[in-house]
Structures are given as structure tokens and as C-alpha cells.
């Protein structure tokens, strides 16, 4: 606890404590919390408090399901959908693809959500959402709003040419993305989304390039921008009040927009199902995950790298990337810096690309997943 | 009202007269004029309240059509041949969540090799799907039976599709009785759902479903085609009331009466046959034709009943499954379990190849007179199939068969008649 001092003094901007429920009106917030986004609430006002934090959170997704352990997906998807629900005040309906979030969610008496659900098939999340979307209006009932939302495989691969097509005609969707970087369902198989050098079932930490090639995958977000829809933002489990905030952000408007939200897979990475969030952090901060938002084609914030790091510290808490590093056993393997190597250039290159370091950013303390930022977009109170 | 009007167009301004909320299509022949004249409808407002959504596939549309039945809305697709099989997964998926969609399948081959003609492989690649298929005979049968596909798939909450062989009846203008807006009114009420997205009372549809209940929930969508069953004739006899004409039901019987070899088939093939059965009738060979409208659910008993009293049954078929033999046929003899009345398969009108009376008389006949095999392909060319077998067991690299058959029947051609 002791730890939270200078982080809610640097929260406060003056070094002043506050109390609980007081805003630091017409300043920048800046800080970091430690722990769990609880204390981070209490230095707002209650309008820019976490949905997640307010009694009144809808549980879209509630307890109950069989989701592994800290899995990111769980998290996301019940962060994501809350905040909608508030938007659209409860008139909602969700069309979920095939994947882990359906699978865990919905075989009794596990059923876990507590909005309209359907789910269709792995392939035609979006079409279907569309369909959904042009009952509701045939109807004359605008007011209920439609979300769609898929894995990574249900997105970026066998749900593309379907995704494409609702985003072409800019129906009235917003399809999320929860990207844990593989076909989890199916046992940790490889898809256009699994990042290179990731070993998965079907790209093993074999041979001369061993895990997924380079060269190879989708960046769905810059996709969805090709097709000049009205939000696309990328967002990570990490960040909460970020992610609230571009969920509510896109439900504000209308026609089609995309939140490719980052959902680490403790069971798929080999990572500790407690390092969820540190990983989703981490990825940002190390530049291999930009989070941004994008209006019409054209990217209109981004969330600053507050002290970037090295993709090592991401890469390392992942048994998927274990034949990268060497090991200190006599006679262990040496691992390949060069695939690290070639891994940094590509968190190197997003940072040049979105412009992620930013010098005149304040110097928080160091990143190293026992802490968290805010974006600057929800630390300046645009929330 | 009489009208002489393209089949196309006559299913558009009926099923535009049940006024779905929510149609979604993919362009392919010969389906393509029914969307076209719904969309203008859905354009000019003429239907309304009405989304017509232009998708980018055919999974599209069935899938943009089960999330619109699922929300409440009535809906409407057609497709035909390669577009049906593109969108097979959600055709099946439609079927296991219970969903009322109406469909018209604009019946063609499938390839390869590509064809665009009509015959009904298409329809019977699904038949296992757990729609209800109704053929129609006519484009009057065409029009009638989508009013009557609406009534039946949301009763019984089930989807159902209307066959109607491409081109034949699609592109072929002939006089239709269509019937106004009240009168379709006052037969088809507003879509009640059994089950709806709505955020007032939510839902999951579309759950995961284990060994512990899978069966009962694919036995209950069998019950539901049962429940079909019993209410086919009842919304044929309905609508024959209301409309003043007759349409639906199960199967239609012609010069059956002391008919000792009586013809199955579906769809507008039946036109043929009748005429060719009424010049076999004339000669004094007693044939009778039974027409079966609807497919699925099959009408087992009401085929024993029409058929019982025939010496044999020929059944008439533009699908086979390949490797065995005729799909429908094996449905008829199953539905004569018991009663020793042998069943001929006659293949016919594959790829839109023409069904001639000649043809089929000469296949009566030898019925008749008790030569007709178990299985027969009308009109067959053996010339142009002995000759791909020689050069196949000729050398290894033969080439593609469906350009060696096509560059044969062109030369050969001008020597046959
Ligand atoms: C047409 C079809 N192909 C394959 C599958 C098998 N399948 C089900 S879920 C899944 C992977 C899902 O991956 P993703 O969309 O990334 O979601 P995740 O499970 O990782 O959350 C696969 C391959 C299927 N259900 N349907
Ligand atoms: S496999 Fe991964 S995505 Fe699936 S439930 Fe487990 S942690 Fe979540
Ligand atoms: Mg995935």
C-alpha cells in the first residue's frame, strides 16, 4: 500500500492529497495506479469512474463460466460489453461467433450472459449482427443497438470477407475484436492474427524459423481504417478506463466501428494467468501493440509509450516465446536474439509509424507490470 | 388478378404481399430477377417497413437473414445452385435454431462442370437440413406456395424454401392469378417468434449443446417437421378456401384411377409428363402421374396411399447421388415399404438437358411392359461416354473430362439428330 503514496500524488498533479470523489477539475490526471483500478476511481469524480467500478455495471458476462484462469477474453469481453450496455442503457443485442468467449460462456448451467445473445456461427458474426441491426430498424427500434464480436480467427480470417462486407455498407455495428493471437478454441493453432516467432500447434518453435513466419499476418485495425468507417480504435485489457472510453465513444455514433481489443491467453502464451494485465500493458508499452483510434480513415489519437521497453520483458513472460531465449543449463541452447531482434524492429517501426514516444511525456515510474497508465486521451479527463 | 407475367416477377409481388421486414440476397442465375424486382420494391417504398441489405456472399445473406429472424423480423432470401452450397453452413444453422426464414430456391445444376441450367441437385444437397422443401409445379404453384411458406415456417417455427426449377419457371412468362394485399393480409398474420433478441427479456440463442441434450434437440426439430406434416394439408385447404384455388398440400394425383404404372416426380417437369401420359392414355397404356409438392417434410403415407394400387412406379428425377443412384426414388421406396411394388429411377434433365415426351413415353412404355430397369438415365449420349472411357483407358493423362465430352458432343454432333 505504501506504494500508492506518490502515485495518487502525482495523480493529483500538486502533490496534494485529495479526498476520495474529489476531481482535480481543468487539469491533466496523471497517474499511475497500483494494485486495481479502485484507487484510481476514488481521484475522480464519480461521472469519469470506471463502469466496472459502479454498482449499476450491467454483468453482461457474469460469474460462472468456464473461462481459464485469467483469461484475457473473459475480461474483456465483460469490460467491453458493460460500458456498451450503459451507452445504449441496456437496449442491446450481441451476436457472438464460435470461439473460446462462446464456448465458455454458454453450455448450461454455465450460460453467462445476461443480455440478448446469439450466436450463429464462426464465420458470419458480422452478417449477422447486420441482419439483427436491420430487423431492430425495420422495426423502428433504433434505440436498441447492436454489437458483434469475435476471436481473432473470427475476425481477421474466416469472418473477414463478412466483416468487410458490414463495414462496406457501414451498418449500424460495432464489432469488437478480442485478440488473444491464435484459434484458442481449437487448441492454440495459428491465424492471420498470431504475432511472428509465436510457437503455436501449428507453427512449433521447430526448425530454422521456428514459430510463426515473418512476414505473414493481418493488421486488422489498419484493415477496418481502408474501409473509411466512422471508429476503429484499438484498445487492451490493461487499460481500463481507456477501453470504456472508446466503447463509449463508438457507441455515440453510428454505422460501423471496430475495437480491436488485445486479450492476452494465459493458457494459449504460457503465461501466468496473474500476468494478464502486466502482458497487455507491456505490449503497448513496448510498441508491438499501438493503441489508437482512427475516425474515417484517419488516426486521430494515440496512446503514448510512457517509458518504452524492451520487447524481451513482454516476450519472456510467454512460454511461446521460450525457444527465443537461451537457457543457463550447461550445455542449454543459446536461443535467437537475431528473432528477438527482428521482433524489437517491428515494435521499433509502430513507434516511428503512430508516433508512440512522446519526450515530453512526463517520466511515471518504470512500467514494469505492477503498475498501469492511463492513456493521456483518459488521463485528460476525456472519458 | 390475371396477369401474364415472368415467374420471377410473380414471386416477387407475393412474397412482397407478405411484406417481409428484412430481405437479403446475393445475385445468381436464374434467381437474380426475383431480387431485382423486390429490391425496387423495397427502393421505390412500395415495401414498407422493409431493409433490403445488397451482402457480399451467400453465407452473407443466410446469415443477414438468421440475425433478422432472430430479432423478430420476417425474412427473405433466395438463391440458387453454387450460391446455395456457399451458404450451406448457415442453411443448416438457420434450420437447428428454429428460425422461420423463407427462401426461394431458383433450382439449377451444380458444378462442377459449371452449368447454369436447371435441374434439382441444389435443392437435394440440403434435404437433410432440416428445411421444409416445397416444389412448385407452376408459376401459379410458385406464387401460391410462398404465401402459403410463410404461414408453415412460422407456425411451426421452422425455415422453408420454395423450388422452382431455373428458367423453366423463373424466366417464363405465362398467365399467374395474383392475389391483392388484403386477401394476403387476412391468410397471413404478422410474424409472432417463439424465440426474439430482445432487450426486455434477454435470451441466449444459439447455445453450445452437449451429448446430454444434442438428441433431443435434433429429435424436437424432427417433431417440428412432423408438426409440418399435419399442417401442410391444413394451410393448403385454408388456402384454397381463401384464395378460391387449390395449391400446397402433399402430393397431387392425375389419371391415377386404374393406373398400373404411376410416374413420381417434382416440379415443373410434371407438365411434360402429364402430357405425355394423357397421348400413353389415349393408346390405351394405363399410366397415371402422382406429383409431389412437398419434399420435406415427406409425405410418406399420403405416397403409399396414391400409390398403392400401381403395378410399379417410375420415378422421375432431375438429381442422383452419384455412386448410387436416385435420391428421390429411394424416398418413394421407402414410403412402399411392404407392398412389393417395384420402383425404377429415370435420371432426366441433368444441367438443363431438355426433357423431351418423346423421351419419356418410350421409358412409360417399356415400364409398362415391365423392360424398364432399375435405373435409367434419359437421353443418355453413350456415344460421347464410350468415347471418354476409350481414351481414359487409353493413356493415363486423358485430359479434363468435361472439355473432352464438350469438343466430342460439338464434332459428333452434326451426325446425330
Ligand atoms: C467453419 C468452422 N471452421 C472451424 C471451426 C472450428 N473452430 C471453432 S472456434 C475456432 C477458433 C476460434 O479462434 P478465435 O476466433 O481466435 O477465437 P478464440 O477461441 O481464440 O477466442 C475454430 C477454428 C468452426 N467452428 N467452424
Ligand atoms: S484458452 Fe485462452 S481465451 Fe480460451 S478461455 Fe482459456 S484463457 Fe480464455
Ligand atoms: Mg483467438
Not at chain 1, 234 to 241: F, G, N, P, R, S
Not at chain 2, 117 to 124: K, L
Not at chain 2, 217 to 229: P, T
Not at chain 2, 341 to 368: C, E, N, Q, W, Y
Amino acid at each position: 500500500m505504501t506504494d500508492d503514496a506518490p502515485a495518487i500524488a502525482r495523480a493529483v498533479g500538486t502533490g496534494a492529497r485529495t479526498t476520495p470523489g474529489d476531481s482535480p477539475v481543468g487539469q491533466p490526471v496523471k497517474f499511475y495506479q497500483v494494485g486495481s483500478f479502485a484507487a484510481g476511481n476514488r481521484l475522480l469524480d464519480e461521472a469519469h469512474r470506471s463502469v466496472q467500478s459502479t454498482l449499476g455495471r450491467t454483468n453482461s458476462l457474469t460469474s460462472g463460466h468456464r473461462a481459464c484462469q485469467g483469461c484475457g477474453e473473459a475480461l474483456g469481453a465483460r469490460y467491453a460489453l458493460d460500458a456498451a450496455m450503459r451507452a445504449a442503457q441496456g437496449r442491446m443485442a450481441v451476436v457472438n461467433a464460435t470461439g473460446c468467449l462462446e464456448v465458455f460462456s454458454t453450455p448450461y448451467p454455465e450460460t453467462s450472459w445476461q443480455i440478448p445473445w446469439l450466436h450463429s456461427l464462426f464465420g458470419n458474426a458480422p452478417a449477422v449482427a447486420t441482419g439483427v441491426a436491420a430487423a431492430y430498424r425495420a422495426k423502428g427500434r433504433d434505440d436498441v443497438r447492436v454489437v458483434g464480436q469475435a476471436g481473432d480467427g473470427g475476425t481477421v480470417d474466416i469472418g473477414f470477407g463478412c466483416l468487410s462486407g458490414m463495414f462496406e455498407r457501414n451498418d449500424d455495428v460495432l464489432f469488437i475484436c478480442y485478440d488473444n493471437e491464435a484459434y484458442m478454441n481449437t487448441g492454440v493453432q495459428r491465424s492471420g492474427a498470431t504475432p511472428p516467432g509465436a510457437r503455436t500447434a501449428t507453427t512449433e518453435a521447430i526448425g530454422r524459423e521456428p514459430g510463426n513466419p515473418f512476414g505473414q499476418g493481418k493488421d486488422m485495425p489498419r484493415l477496418a481504417m481502408a474501409h473509411q468507417i466512422p471508429y476503429v480504435a484499438t484498445a487492451t485489457v490493461a487499460e481500463l478506463h481507456d477501453l470504456e472510453a472508446k466503447v463509449e465513444k463508438a457507441m455515440s455514433l453510428r454505422g460501423a466501428r471496430y475495437i480491436h481489443l488485445f486479450v492476452p491467453c494465459p493458457l494459449g502464451w504460457g503465461s501466468a494467468p496473474h500476468d494478464t494485465i502486466r502482458l497487455a500493458r507491456l505490449v503497448k508499452e513496448c510498441g508491438l501493440f499501438p493503441v489508437f483510434e482512427a475516425e474515417h480513415g484517419e488516426v486521430t489519437s494515440v496512446s503514448k509509450i510512457r517509458r518504452q521497453v524492451p520487447v524481451e520483458d513482454y516476450l519472456r513472460l510467454q512460454t511461446r516465446y521460450r525457444h527465443l531465449f537461451g537457457s543457463s543449463e550447461p550445455g542449454g541452447s543459446e536461443g535467437r536474439p537475431d528473432i528477438v531482434e527482428r521482433i524489437q524492429r517491428i515494435a521499433d517501426a509502430n513507434i516511428r509509424r503512430l508516433g508512440l514516444l512522446d519526450e515530453t511525456l512526463d517520466e511515471g515510474p518504470p512500467p514494469d507490470g505492477s503498475g498501469g497508465g492511463l492513456s493521456d486521451r483518459a488521463a485528460a479527463g476525456v472519458l | 388478378m390475371l396477369r401474364q407475367i415472368e415467374g420471377s416477377r410473380a414471386v416477387a409481388e407475393v412474397v412482397s404481399m407478405c411484406r417481409p421486414e428484412v430481405v437479403c440476397a446475393y445475385p445468381i442465375s436464374p434467381q437474380t430477377h426475383i431480387i431485382e424486382a423486390v429490391g425496387r420494391k423495397v427502393k421505390s417504398g412500395e415495401l414498407a417497413p422493409c431493409e433490403f441489405i445488397n451482402v457480399e456472399s451467400e453465407f452473407a445473406a443466410m446469415s443477414v437473414s438468421i440475425g433478422a429472424s432472430a430479432a423478430g423480423a420476417r425474412a427473405y432470401t433466395a438463391t440458387a445452385s453454387q450460391g446455395l452450397l456457399f451458404m450451406i453452413e448457415a442453411v443448416f444453422n438457420a434450420a437447428g435454431l428454429g428460425l422461420p426464414i423463407v427462401m426461394t430456391l431458383a433450382n439449377r445444376a451444380i458444378g462442377a462442370p459449371i452449368n447454369i441450367w436447371n435441374d434439382h441437385s441444389d435443392a437435394m444437397a440440403v434435404r437433410d437440413s432440416g428445411w421444409v422443401q416445397l416444389f412448385a409445379e407452376t408459376n401459379q404453384d410458385a406464387a401460391d406456395l410462398h404465401i402459403q411458406a410463410f404461414r408453415l415456417a412460422e407456425e411451426v417455427s421452422l425455415p422453408v424454401m420454395v423450388c422452382m426449377d431455373g428458367y423453366v419457371l423463373t424466366h417464363a412468362v405465362e398467365r399467374v392469378d395474383l392475389p391483392g394485399q388484403q386477401e394476403v393480409d387476412s391468410f397471413l398474420p404478422p410474424y409472432v417468434p417463439r424465440q426474439v433478441l430482445d432487450p426486455s427479456e434477454p435470451v441466449s440463442i444459439g447455445a453450445m449443446v452437449g451429448p446430454e441434450a444434442f438428441e433431443e434437440v435434433r429429435y424436437l426439430a424432427h417433431v417440428r417437421q412432423l408438426q409440418a406434416l399435419e399442417l401442410i394439408p391444413e394451410v393448403a385447404g385454408e388456402f384454397a378456401e381463401h384464395f378460391g384455388r387449390p395449391a400446397g398440400g402433399f402430393v397431387r394425383p392425375y389419371r391415377t384411377e386404374g393406373a398400373e404404372t404411376i410416374v413420381v416426380a417434382m416440379g415443373s417437369v410434371l407438365g411434360t409428363i402429364k402430357d405425355t401420359v394423357d397421348a400413353l392414355r389415349e393408346k390405351g397404356t394405363a399410366v397415371g402421374v402422382l406429383g409431389i409438392t412437398s419434399f420435406r417434410p415427406f409425405p410418406g403415407a399420403a405416397l403409399r396411399d396414391g400409390l398403392a394400387g400401381a403395378k410399379r412406379v417410375v420415378v422421375v428425377e432431375k438429381a442422383f447421388s452419384i455412386g448410387f443412384g436416385g435420391v428421390l426414388s429411394t424416398d418413394v421406396a421407402m414410403a412402399l415399404t411392404g407392398l412389393s411394388i417395384p420402383v425404377s429411377t429415370v435420371v432426366a434433365g441433368l444441367g438443363g438437358r431438355p426433357i423431351m415426351g418423346k423421351s419419356l413415353a418410350a421409358v412409360f412404355v417399356d415400364a409398362d411392359h415391365g423392360r424398364l430397369g432399375e435405373l435409367t438415365f434419359l437421353d443418355l449420349r453413350k456415344d460421347l461416354i464410350d468415347k471418354e472411357l476409350a481414351r481414359m483407358a487409353d493413356r493415363r493423362r486423358s485430359g479434363p473430362t468435361a472439355e473432352n465430352v464438350l469438343r466430342d458432343a460439338q464434332s459428333v454432333l452434326p451426325s446425330l439428330t
